[in-house]
Protein backbone atom coordinates (compact mmCIF):
# COMPACT_ATOMS: atom_id res chain seq x y z
CA UNK A 1 0.00 0.00 0.00
CA UNK A 2 1.77 3.02 -0.86
CA UNK A 3 2.06 5.96 2.01
CA UNK A 4 1.22 9.44 1.19
CA UNK A 5 4.45 12.31 1.62
CA UNK A 6 4.49 15.63 2.51
CA UNK A 7 2.43 18.64 0.64
CA UNK A 8 3.30 20.69 -1.38
CA UNK A 9 2.67 24.02 0.92
CA UNK A 10 5.79 22.81 2.55
CA UNK A 11 7.67 22.10 -0.80
CA UNK A 12 10.30 25.10 -0.12
CA UNK A 13 11.53 23.42 3.23
CA UNK A 14 11.19 19.74 1.75
CA UNK A 15 13.65 20.20 -0.88
CA UNK A 16 16.61 21.35 1.28
CA UNK A 17 18.93 18.57 2.03
CA UNK A 18 18.01 17.06 5.43
CA UNK A 19 14.29 17.36 4.73
CA UNK A 20 14.52 15.14 1.40
CA UNK A 21 15.81 12.56 3.63
CA UNK A 22 13.22 13.23 6.62
CA UNK A 23 11.08 13.15 3.97
CA UNK A 24 11.78 9.86 2.61
CA UNK A 25 12.50 8.62 6.65
CA UNK A 26 8.42 9.53 7.62
CA UNK A 27 7.52 6.59 5.28
CA UNK A 28 10.49 4.00 6.21
CA UNK A 29 7.92 3.19 9.63
CA UNK A 30 5.72 1.68 7.25
CA UNK A 31 6.72 0.70 3.97
CA UNK A 32 8.34 -2.60 5.52
CA UNK A 33 4.62 -3.83 7.06
CA UNK A 34 2.55 -3.77 3.72
CA UNK A 35 0.82 -7.04 4.26
CA UNK A 36 -1.65 -6.86 1.38
CA UNK A 37 -2.97 -10.22 2.91
CA UNK A 38 -6.25 -9.98 1.23
CA UNK A 39 -6.18 -11.99 -1.19
CA UNK A 40 -4.71 -15.32 0.22
CA UNK A 41 -5.00 -17.51 3.22
CA UNK A 42 -2.65 -16.02 5.54
CA UNK A 43 -2.07 -18.88 7.91
CA UNK A 44 -4.26 -22.38 6.56
CA UNK A 45 -5.87 -23.70 9.50
CA UNK A 46 -6.60 -27.54 9.67
CA UNK A 47 -10.61 -26.94 10.23
CA UNK A 48 -12.86 -29.01 11.73
CA UNK A 49 -13.39 -31.55 14.63
CA UNK A 50 -11.50 -34.61 12.63
CA UNK A 51 -9.84 -32.80 9.94
CA UNK A 52 -8.27 -30.40 12.50
CA UNK A 53 -6.30 -32.91 13.78
CA UNK A 54 -5.40 -35.21 10.29
CA UNK A 55 -3.65 -31.98 8.67
CA UNK A 56 -6.84 -30.99 6.83
CA UNK A 57 -6.40 -33.82 4.41
CA UNK A 58 -10.45 -33.77 4.22
CA UNK A 59 -11.02 -34.02 0.40
CA UNK A 60 -11.62 -37.87 0.33
CA UNK A 61 -13.45 -38.04 3.83
CA UNK A 62 -15.44 -34.99 4.82
CA UNK A 63 -18.51 -36.62 5.70
CA UNK A 64 -19.18 -34.51 8.44
CA UNK A 65 -20.14 -30.26 8.99
CA UNK A 66 -16.10 -29.62 7.91
CA UNK A 67 -17.08 -31.23 4.53
CA UNK A 68 -19.21 -28.29 4.00
CA UNK A 69 -15.31 -26.41 3.54
CA UNK A 70 -13.39 -28.95 1.91
CA UNK A 71 -15.49 -30.99 -0.29
CA UNK A 72 -19.13 -30.57 -0.13
CA UNK A 73 -19.98 -33.67 -2.21
CA UNK A 74 -19.32 -35.65 1.69
CA UNK A 75 -21.80 -34.52 3.52
CA UNK A 76 -23.91 -36.55 1.83
CA UNK A 77 -22.42 -39.27 3.65
CA UNK A 78 -22.70 -38.35 6.91
CA UNK A 79 -24.19 -40.76 9.31
CA UNK A 80 -27.04 -38.56 10.62
CA UNK A 81 -27.67 -34.76 11.64
CA UNK A 82 -24.68 -32.89 12.57
CA UNK A 83 -23.73 -30.18 14.35
CA UNK A 84 -20.37 -29.26 15.03
CA UNK A 85 -18.72 -25.71 16.62
CA UNK A 86 -14.91 -25.83 16.79
CA UNK A 87 -12.34 -22.93 18.10
CA UNK A 88 -9.23 -22.14 19.62
CA UNK A 89 -9.01 -22.40 23.23
CA UNK A 90 -6.00 -19.99 22.90
CA UNK A 91 -3.67 -19.22 20.41
CA UNK A 92 0.46 -18.05 20.67
CA UNK A 93 1.93 -16.08 17.89
CA UNK A 94 5.73 -15.51 17.63
CA UNK A 95 6.10 -13.69 14.62
CA UNK A 96 10.01 -11.85 14.13
CA UNK A 97 11.02 -9.37 10.83
CA UNK A 98 15.12 -9.54 11.11
CA UNK A 99 16.73 -6.29 10.10
CA UNK A 100 12.96 -4.60 9.84
CA UNK A 101 14.00 -0.77 10.35
CA UNK A 102 17.08 0.40 8.37
CA UNK A 103 17.81 4.86 8.49
CA UNK A 104 21.87 5.38 7.98
CA UNK A 105 23.69 2.94 10.84
CA UNK A 106 20.48 2.79 12.95
CA UNK A 107 19.16 -1.37 12.56
CA UNK A 108 16.87 -3.59 14.28
CA UNK A 109 14.42 -5.87 14.36
CA UNK A 110 10.67 -6.21 15.09
CA UNK A 111 9.04 -9.52 17.14
CA UNK A 112 5.60 -10.00 18.27
CA UNK A 113 4.47 -12.44 20.34
CA UNK A 114 0.79 -12.94 21.51
CA UNK A 115 -1.61 -15.01 23.08
CA UNK A 116 -5.04 -14.81 21.66
CA UNK A 117 -8.59 -16.54 21.38
CA UNK A 118 -11.38 -16.50 18.08
CA UNK A 119 -13.68 -18.79 16.89
CA UNK A 120 -12.39 -20.78 13.99
CA UNK A 121 -15.87 -22.65 12.72
CA UNK A 122 -19.48 -23.58 12.88
CA UNK A 123 -21.23 -26.12 10.88
CA UNK A 124 -24.62 -28.40 10.73
CA UNK A 125 -25.35 -31.02 8.11
CA UNK A 126 -29.13 -32.53 7.60
CA UNK A 127 -29.23 -35.48 5.71
CA UNK A 128 -33.31 -35.74 4.25
CA UNK A 129 -33.59 -39.57 5.89
CA UNK A 130 -32.22 -38.50 9.42
CA UNK A 131 -34.83 -38.15 11.47
CA UNK A 132 -37.21 -40.78 8.95
CA UNK A 133 -36.65 -43.80 11.59
CA UNK A 134 -39.07 -46.10 9.41
CA UNK A 135 -36.56 -46.12 6.78
CA UNK A 136 -33.82 -47.70 6.30
CA UNK A 137 -33.04 -46.65 3.14
CA UNK A 138 -30.86 -43.10 2.83
CA UNK A 139 -32.31 -40.99 1.15
CA UNK A 140 -30.36 -38.75 -1.73
CA UNK A 141 -29.63 -34.98 -0.47
CA UNK A 142 -28.11 -33.31 2.70
CA UNK A 143 -28.47 -29.68 3.43
CA UNK A 144 -25.20 -27.89 5.40
CA UNK A 145 -24.76 -24.39 6.59
CA UNK A 146 -20.72 -23.64 7.77
CA UNK A 147 -19.11 -20.67 9.05
CA UNK A 148 -15.24 -20.82 8.69
CA UNK A 149 -12.25 -18.79 9.80
CA UNK A 150 -9.55 -20.39 7.54
CA UNK A 151 -6.99 -17.68 7.76
CA UNK A 152 -6.16 -14.98 10.77
CA UNK A 153 -2.95 -13.13 10.66
CA UNK A 154 -2.08 -10.49 13.94
CA UNK A 155 1.12 -8.42 14.31
CA UNK A 156 1.80 -6.08 17.51
CA UNK A 157 5.23 -4.57 18.47
CA UNK A 158 6.66 -2.04 20.22
CA UNK A 159 10.26 -1.33 19.84
CA UNK A 160 12.64 1.35 20.86
CA UNK A 161 16.17 1.66 19.09
CA UNK A 162 19.58 4.15 20.49
CA UNK A 163 17.74 4.01 23.84
CA UNK A 164 14.14 6.01 23.92
CA UNK A 165 15.24 8.55 21.04
CA UNK A 166 13.51 6.02 18.52
CA UNK A 167 10.17 4.42 18.98
CA UNK A 168 8.17 2.35 16.31
CA UNK A 169 4.70 0.81 17.32
CA UNK A 170 2.97 -2.12 14.50
CA UNK A 171 -0.18 -3.35 15.18
CA UNK A 172 -1.88 -5.27 11.64
CA UNK A 173 -5.05 -7.47 12.09
CA UNK A 174 -6.52 -9.58 8.89
CA UNK A 175 -8.72 -11.96 8.89
CA UNK A 176 -11.74 -13.36 6.63
CA UNK A 177 -15.23 -15.27 7.55
CA UNK A 178 -16.40 -18.12 4.52
CA UNK A 179 -20.03 -18.11 5.45
CA UNK A 180 -22.82 -20.03 3.34
CA UNK A 181 -25.06 -22.98 2.68
CA UNK A 182 -24.07 -26.58 1.20
CA UNK A 183 -26.07 -28.98 -0.72
CA UNK A 184 -25.41 -32.59 -2.01
CA UNK A 185 -26.62 -35.36 -4.05
CA UNK A 186 -26.37 -38.96 -4.21
CA UNK A 187 -25.99 -39.99 -7.71
CA UNK A 188 -24.94 -43.64 -6.63
CA UNK A 189 -25.20 -45.42 -3.77
CA UNK A 190 -21.25 -45.00 -3.32
CA UNK A 191 -20.78 -41.61 -5.31
CA UNK A 192 -21.89 -37.93 -4.95
CA UNK A 193 -21.99 -34.72 -6.09
CA UNK A 194 -21.90 -31.58 -4.03
CA UNK A 195 -21.41 -27.74 -3.71
CA UNK A 196 -21.21 -24.53 -1.55
CA UNK A 197 -21.57 -21.24 -1.76
CA UNK A 198 -19.89 -18.88 0.25
CA UNK A 199 -19.63 -15.58 1.35
CA UNK A 200 -16.17 -13.65 1.58
CA UNK A 201 -16.34 -10.91 5.04
CA UNK A 202 -12.70 -9.82 5.28
CA UNK A 203 -11.45 -7.43 7.84
CA UNK A 204 -8.29 -5.47 8.28
CA UNK A 205 -6.83 -2.96 10.06
CA UNK A 206 -2.96 -1.82 10.22
CA UNK A 207 -1.81 0.91 12.68
CA UNK A 208 1.76 2.48 12.47
CA UNK A 209 3.41 5.08 15.05
CA UNK A 210 6.93 6.28 14.60
CA UNK A 211 8.78 9.20 16.83
CA UNK A 212 11.94 9.50 16.24
CA UNK A 213 14.94 11.79 17.03
CA UNK A 214 18.23 12.16 14.55
CA UNK A 215 21.20 13.43 15.52
CA UNK A 216 25.02 13.17 13.34
CA UNK A 217 25.28 9.78 15.49
CA UNK A 218 22.20 8.41 12.71
CA UNK A 219 22.98 10.15 9.76
CA UNK A 220 26.14 12.45 9.70
CA UNK A 221 25.02 15.18 7.76
CA UNK A 222 23.09 16.44 9.84
CA UNK A 223 23.63 19.90 12.05
CA UNK A 224 21.43 19.34 15.39
CA UNK A 225 18.47 17.33 16.24
CA UNK A 226 15.84 16.64 13.96
CA UNK A 227 12.53 15.27 14.60
CA UNK A 228 10.53 13.21 12.80
CA UNK A 229 6.98 11.97 14.06
CA UNK A 230 4.56 9.98 11.59
CA UNK A 231 1.04 7.81 12.14
CA UNK A 232 -0.31 5.96 9.99
CA UNK A 233 -3.85 4.09 9.75
CA UNK A 234 -5.76 1.75 7.36
CA UNK A 235 -8.94 0.11 7.52
CA UNK A 236 -10.48 -2.47 4.97
CA UNK A 237 -13.80 -4.19 4.58
CA UNK A 238 -14.64 -6.68 2.09
CA UNK A 239 -17.77 -8.96 1.00
CA UNK A 240 -17.50 -11.27 -1.87
CA UNK A 241 -18.90 -14.91 -2.85
CA UNK A 242 -17.53 -17.54 -4.49
CA UNK A 243 -18.56 -20.99 -5.36
CA UNK A 244 -17.28 -24.40 -4.31
CA UNK A 245 -17.95 -28.07 -5.86
CA UNK A 246 -16.84 -31.45 -5.52
CA UNK A 247 -17.14 -35.06 -6.24
CA UNK A 248 -16.86 -37.96 -3.91
CA UNK A 249 -16.75 -41.74 -4.74
CA UNK A 250 -16.13 -43.66 -1.67
CA UNK A 251 -16.43 -47.97 -2.82
CA UNK A 252 -15.11 -49.02 0.68
CA UNK A 253 -12.46 -49.20 2.39
CA UNK A 254 -11.32 -46.35 -0.61
CA UNK A 255 -12.49 -43.11 -0.83
CA UNK A 256 -11.74 -40.67 -3.59
CA UNK A 257 -12.67 -36.93 -3.63
CA UNK A 258 -12.20 -33.91 -6.47
CA UNK A 259 -13.07 -30.68 -5.60
CA UNK A 260 -12.94 -27.03 -7.45
CA UNK A 261 -13.40 -23.48 -6.62
CA UNK A 262 -14.11 -20.43 -8.56
CA UNK A 263 -12.36 -17.23 -8.13
CA UNK A 264 -14.05 -15.07 -5.90
CA UNK A 265 -16.31 -11.77 -6.93
CA UNK A 266 -16.67 -9.09 -5.18
CA UNK A 267 -20.36 -7.51 -4.50
CA UNK A 268 -18.23 -4.40 -1.96
CA UNK A 269 -15.90 -3.14 -0.63
CA UNK A 270 -14.95 0.21 1.73
CA UNK A 271 -11.91 1.59 3.07
CA UNK A 272 -9.86 4.65 4.37
CA UNK A 273 -6.23 5.69 5.33
CA UNK A 274 -4.99 8.57 7.55
CA UNK A 275 -1.46 9.53 7.25
CA UNK A 276 -0.07 11.92 9.90
CA UNK A 277 3.43 13.34 9.83
CA UNK A 278 5.96 15.70 11.63
CA UNK A 279 9.06 17.03 10.80
CA UNK A 280 11.13 19.54 12.92
CA UNK A 281 14.70 20.55 11.92
CA UNK A 282 16.76 23.81 13.23
CA UNK A 283 14.29 26.62 13.25
CA UNK A 284 11.99 24.76 10.25
CA UNK A 285 9.14 22.55 10.83
CA UNK A 286 6.69 20.64 8.48
CA UNK A 287 3.63 18.76 8.94
CA UNK A 288 1.15 16.85 6.96
CA UNK A 289 -2.32 15.09 7.42
CA UNK A 290 -4.00 13.17 4.96
CA UNK A 291 -7.14 11.45 4.63
CA UNK A 292 -8.73 8.90 2.09
CA UNK A 293 -11.47 7.09 1.75
CA UNK A 294 -11.36 4.45 -1.30
CA UNK A 295 -12.76 1.16 -2.48
CA UNK A 296 -10.61 -2.20 -1.73
CA UNK A 297 -10.77 -4.58 -4.01
CA UNK A 298 -10.20 -8.69 -2.99
CA UNK A 299 -10.05 -11.38 -5.38
CA UNK A 300 -9.14 -15.22 -4.76
CA UNK A 301 -7.39 -17.39 -7.18
CA UNK A 302 -9.29 -20.46 -7.92
CA UNK A 303 -8.84 -23.79 -6.76
CA UNK A 304 -8.66 -27.65 -8.00
CA UNK A 305 -7.76 -30.72 -5.93
CA UNK A 306 -7.83 -34.66 -5.11
CA UNK A 307 -7.43 -36.15 -2.36
CA UNK A 308 -7.28 -39.79 -1.51
CA UNK A 309 -8.15 -41.93 1.64
CA UNK A 310 -7.82 -45.25 3.01
CA UNK A 311 -10.59 -45.92 5.55
CA UNK A 312 -11.21 -49.34 8.74
CA UNK A 313 -14.19 -47.35 10.23
CA UNK A 314 -13.40 -47.35 14.12
CA UNK A 315 -9.66 -48.72 13.62
CA UNK A 316 -7.55 -46.59 11.16
CA UNK A 317 -7.65 -43.97 8.44
CA UNK A 318 -4.73 -43.14 6.18
CA UNK A 319 -5.29 -39.80 3.66
CA UNK A 320 -3.79 -37.14 1.82
CA UNK A 321 -4.70 -34.02 -0.18
CA UNK A 322 -3.10 -32.56 -3.19
CA UNK A 323 -4.38 -28.97 -4.26
CA UNK A 324 -3.59 -26.56 -7.13
CA UNK A 325 -4.27 -22.64 -6.89
CA UNK A 326 -4.12 -20.57 -9.75
CA UNK A 327 -2.73 -17.40 -9.91
CA UNK A 328 -3.81 -13.71 -10.52
CA UNK A 329 -3.11 -9.60 -10.28
CA UNK A 330 -4.54 -7.00 -9.93
CA UNK A 331 -4.81 -3.28 -7.94
CA UNK A 332 -6.35 -3.94 -4.35
CA UNK A 333 -7.72 -0.33 -4.21
CA UNK A 334 -9.44 2.13 -6.70
CA UNK A 335 -7.47 5.28 -5.91
CA UNK A 336 -3.90 5.40 -6.20
CA UNK A 337 -3.12 6.64 -2.51
CA UNK A 338 -3.99 3.62 -1.34
CA UNK A 339 -3.53 1.04 -3.90
CA UNK A 340 -0.79 -1.41 -3.96
CA UNK A 341 -0.21 -4.15 -7.07
CA UNK A 342 -1.37 -7.56 -5.96
CA UNK A 343 0.40 -10.62 -7.95
CA UNK A 344 0.02 -14.51 -6.61
CA UNK A 345 2.11 -17.06 -8.94
CA UNK A 346 0.45 -20.62 -9.26
CA UNK A 347 1.30 -22.86 -6.09
CA UNK A 348 0.57 -26.62 -5.20
CA UNK A 349 0.27 -27.77 -1.85
CA UNK A 350 -0.16 -31.03 -0.03
CA UNK A 351 -1.59 -32.43 3.29
CA UNK A 352 -1.52 -35.70 4.69
CA UNK A 353 -3.26 -37.51 7.76
CA UNK A 354 -3.65 -40.41 9.80
CA UNK A 355 -5.84 -41.93 12.44
CA UNK A 356 -5.74 -45.01 14.71
CA UNK A 357 -7.99 -45.83 17.50
CA UNK A 358 -6.89 -47.03 20.21
CA UNK A 359 -10.58 -47.71 21.68
CA UNK A 360 -13.32 -48.48 20.09
CA UNK A 361 -14.56 -44.61 21.14
CA UNK A 362 -10.96 -43.07 21.42
CA UNK A 363 -9.31 -41.95 18.13
CA UNK A 364 -5.80 -41.01 17.64
CA UNK A 365 -4.83 -38.66 14.98
CA UNK A 366 -1.80 -36.64 13.63
CA UNK A 367 -1.30 -34.44 10.23
CA UNK A 368 1.15 -32.58 8.11
CA UNK A 369 0.23 -29.71 5.58
CA UNK A 370 2.00 -27.12 3.53
CA UNK A 371 1.28 -23.39 2.88
CA UNK A 372 3.65 -21.88 0.12
CA UNK A 373 3.77 -18.50 -0.82
CA UNK A 374 1.69 -17.18 -3.87
CA UNK A 375 2.83 -13.87 -3.55
CA UNK A 376 5.08 -12.86 -6.04
CA UNK A 377 8.50 -12.52 -4.56
CA UNK A 378 9.47 -9.78 -7.20
CA UNK A 379 6.66 -7.58 -6.47
CA UNK A 380 7.69 -5.01 -4.04
CA UNK A 381 3.93 -4.31 -3.17
CA UNK A 382 3.85 -7.76 -1.83
CA UNK A 383 3.32 -8.50 1.61
CA UNK A 384 5.72 -11.04 3.72
CA UNK A 385 6.70 -13.74 1.39
CA UNK A 386 6.74 -16.93 3.30
CA UNK A 387 6.84 -21.06 3.09
CA UNK A 388 4.58 -21.89 5.53
CA UNK A 389 4.77 -26.12 6.91
CA UNK A 390 2.40 -27.30 9.80
CA UNK A 391 2.24 -30.51 12.24
CA UNK A 392 -1.40 -31.47 13.99
CA UNK A 393 -1.90 -33.62 16.65
CA UNK A 394 -4.96 -34.76 18.60
CA UNK A 395 -7.63 -37.39 19.98
CA UNK A 396 -11.26 -37.25 20.51
CA UNK A 397 -13.85 -39.63 22.59
CA UNK A 398 -16.87 -40.41 20.19
CA UNK A 399 -20.36 -41.65 21.17
CA UNK A 400 -24.02 -42.18 19.63
CA UNK A 401 -24.87 -38.98 20.56
CA UNK A 402 -21.82 -36.68 20.38
CA UNK A 403 -18.35 -36.35 19.74
CA UNK A 404 -15.53 -34.25 21.39
CA UNK A 405 -12.03 -33.45 20.17
CA UNK A 406 -8.93 -31.77 20.65
CA UNK A 407 -6.06 -30.70 18.31
CA UNK A 408 -2.59 -28.77 18.33
CA UNK A 409 -1.48 -27.39 15.14
CA UNK A 410 1.96 -25.89 15.08
CA UNK A 411 2.73 -23.66 11.76
CA UNK A 412 6.47 -22.60 11.23
CA UNK A 413 8.22 -21.38 7.98
CA UNK A 414 10.58 -18.75 6.97
CA UNK A 415 10.63 -16.42 4.06
CA UNK A 416 11.22 -12.42 3.30
CA UNK A 417 9.25 -9.21 2.95
CA UNK A 418 10.20 -6.07 1.14
CA UNK A 419 11.50 -3.36 3.79
CA UNK A 420 12.68 0.71 3.34
CA UNK A 421 16.47 1.08 3.54
CA UNK A 422 17.96 4.88 3.94
CA UNK A 423 21.70 5.37 3.31
CA UNK A 424 23.78 8.40 3.54
CA UNK A 425 24.25 8.15 -0.71
CA UNK A 426 20.39 9.42 -0.18
CA UNK A 427 19.25 6.33 -2.08
CA UNK A 428 15.96 5.29 -0.91
CA UNK A 429 15.37 1.60 -2.18
CA UNK A 430 13.42 -1.72 -1.15
CA UNK A 431 15.37 -4.44 0.39
CA UNK A 432 14.71 -8.17 0.94
CA UNK A 433 15.23 -8.97 4.42
CA UNK A 434 14.37 -12.70 6.10
CA UNK A 435 11.22 -13.11 8.27
CA UNK A 436 10.38 -16.11 10.50
CA UNK A 437 7.08 -16.78 11.79
CA UNK A 438 6.05 -19.65 13.69
CA UNK A 439 2.40 -19.90 15.22
CA UNK A 440 0.66 -22.64 17.64
CA UNK A 441 -3.01 -23.10 18.27
CA UNK A 442 -4.84 -25.46 19.98
CA UNK A 443 -8.76 -26.23 18.90
Known sequence: MRRAGFSSENRADAETGPFVFARIAAAA??????????????????????????????????????????????????????????????????IKYKNAFQVGDLSGDLESEMYYAHPQSFGTVYRFDALKFEDPLPQRQAFGFSIMVPDRYVFRDLASYRGERHQLSISEDVQTYWFGPSYAYRLRSRLSAGATLYGLFGQENVRSNWQGEFTDE???????????????????????????????????????????????????????????????????????????????????????????????????????????????????ADKEEAASRVKLNPVTNVRAGAEYYVSPVVPLRAGFFTNFAKEDPDNEDSGPVLDLYGVTAGAGVQHRQFTMAFAVNYVFGSGHAWVTALREKRRHRRRRRRTHRRRRGNH
Not at 56 to 66: E, T
Request: charged share 20%; proline share 4%.
Open 218 to 332: DLSFLDGRMDIGSYYEENRTTFGILLLGGLLYAPQPWRLGLVARTPSTQLFGKGDATNNSFLGYQTSHASDQDYVKFEPKREDPWLVGGGLAYERPQQFTLSADALYTGGLSYDD
Open 29 to 94: AFLFVAADAGAQEVYTYALGERASAMGGAYIALADDASGCYYNPAGIAFAESLRFSVTGNVYGYSH
